[in-house]
């Protein structure tokens, strides 16, 4: 069926191949996959008196289970309790780094960028105006990347290519004669430049001109973007650009998931109001007006009923569905844990005993988002940071070490119980006792737990709280 749905998607020639399967995967991520179809559910017959079949009608229930598995994997990589803390060895530009992040609010950027590029793949771009650092999450279908062939990991520009009409360019400030046409619209990134062109009607590519008044020179020497595949594997797109899907391998559970559902309301609804069936002869008057406060008499010959739906399909449909979303979350590593079965509160690990194909997703998308995304978001930063003067919205930030190494800490995955913390206290004691682990090393592990952010400020009230107990036991 998601073949069949498609097809109908219109596709326009003048683009990569790759633009129409994650417009595809796009409208799935949205829940407007259905509206290409032509008809509601409830419509049975065409204008025309025809049967229209169930595949050109869109679903009236329609079940998320795509967005549910993104998101879920999304919260626990940048919500606010899982979001990693950036660390570095140069103090200042530990706290500067933080301070940037606080500012541009780096969280919402980057859960926006994962929930975006669960198709395949998503780009960060990054503007510093007047000294403040800004980030746009930004669609991957128009966009080409063009690698160094000597560092395949280094962008060497990205090109931004569509067609729009001519009274959108209008609405956002371009003066165009014809605004009935359709134009393409184009910008490049390189290293010192954001390039826009004049808008050039379709058909007259030879014409295309750079648009002075809105090229800006960023001369920072990198792409400002960041281009994110989604995950390791094979994708739908065709192209090594994009990496695979979340939710791919669930698609056609999910759309049998929406029939199921709307075929059992529309027969719930037609038990509401079921046909009644009259075998002639009839007695009496041949006028009938359904209803339970009618009496229907008959004659000796004749027989009257109501075509029921029994409750047993419709308990039948029920169970079959939660079939179908067990083995759908299955495939994609989503959450299928049933709060319902828990009778008291767990700990963090038996909860992540609990999820443990969900934490699996979670675990690559840290990868992906965290270690190869995020890090180069920071990176840009820091590099940025010697062509400017970096500020916040309420502060100048100091400059930053572009030599420093960067690397991330997250948190657990699910927040411990007081057992937990307890014998996590314990354990830590001991290995510090023992000399296995310094004090320092033992403070990082507790520092997300227990709110410290700075460790030798802690270690410096810890000195100070212990002279001020050594003094009063010895007075």
């Not at 669609?139 to 080409?144: I, K, N, Q, V």
């Not at 280094?154 to 090109?159: A, D, P």
């Not at 029939?259 to 075998?279: M, W």
């Not at 978001?377 to 940071?385: C, D, L, N, P, S």
Request: glycine share 8%; with cysteine; proline share 6%.
């Amino acid at each position: 069926m998601y073949e069949t749905i498609s097809r109908l998607i219109p596709r326009d020639p003048d683009y990569p191949a790759r633009c129409g399967e994650l417009e595809t995967l796009t409208r799935v991520l949205n829940g407007t996959l259905y509206d290409v179809l032509p008809y509601h559910f409830h419509d049975e017959r065409s204008a025309a008196g025809e049967y229209i079949p169930l595949r050109q009608r869109r679903p009236s229930v329609r079940y998320p289970l795509s967005r549910i598995v993104v998101e879920d994997s999304v919260s626990l990589l940048f919500s606010e309790g899982h979001f990693p803390s950036i660390d570095c060895p140069d103090h200042a530009t530990r706290e500067a780094i933080a301070l940037i992040v606080r500012d541009t609010h780096l969280n919402l950027i980057m859960t926006d960028a994962a929930i975006r590029g669960s198709i395949g793949s998503v780009a960060i771009l990054m503007r510093v105006l007047n000294g403040r650092v800004f980030f746009e999450v930004m669609d991957t279908r128009y966009l080409t990347p063009i690698w160094n062939p000597a560092e395949p990991d280094k962008l060497l520009r990205i090109v931004e290519r569509y067609k729009v009409t001519g009274t959108q360019l209008t609405t956002d400030g371009f003066d165009i004669t014809e605004p009935g046409v359709t134009y393409w619209f184009q910008r490049i990134w390189d290293t010192t430049s954001e390039t826009w062109y004049l808008p050039t009607p379709v058909g007259s590519e030879d014409l295309v001109q750079i648009d002075q008044s809105r090229t800006v020179r960023h001369e920072l020497g990198f792409v400002p973007i960041v281009w994110i595949k989604n995950l390791p594997g094979p994708n739908t797109s065709g192209d090594p650009n994009d990496g695979a899907c979340t939710f791919r391998a669930a698609i056609e559970t999910q759309i049998e998931i929406d029939y199921q559902l709307s075929q059992a309301g529309r027969g719930l609804k037609y038990s509401s109001d079921p046909t009644l069936l009259l075998k002639e002869p009839l007695g009496g008057d041949a006028d009938i007006i359904k209803g339970a406060g009618n009496a229907l008499i008959v004659g000796e010959h004749g027989d009257a009923r109501l075509l029921e739906i029994g409750g047993t399909a419709a308990a039948a449909v029920i169970e079959y569905v939660r079939t179908l979303r067990e083995f759908a979350l299955e495939s994609v590593h989503g959450n299928r844990a049933n709060p319902d079965r828990m009778t008291a509160p767990q700990s963090g690990k038996a909860l992540q005993l609990m999820n443990q194909g969900l934490l699996w997703l979670a675990d690559n998308l840290r990868i992906t988002y965290g270690e190869a995304a995020l890090l180069s978001v920071v990176k840009m930063i820091v590099q940025a940071a010697r062509s400017y003067k970096l500020r916040t919205k309420d502060a100048n930030l100091g400059p930053m070490d572009p030599a420093a190494p960067l690397s991330l800490k997250w948190p657990e995955w699910y927040p411990s119980t007081a057992a937990d913390r307890q014998l996590d206290a314990s354990t830590l004691v001991t290995l510090v006792n023992a000399g296995l682990i310094s004090r320092v090393t033992a403070l990082k592990t507790v520092t997300e737990l227990y709110g410290v952010e700075s460790i030798t400020g802690e270690l410096h009230e810890i000195s100070h709280d212990q002279i001020a107990e050594n003094e009063v036991h010895g007075a």
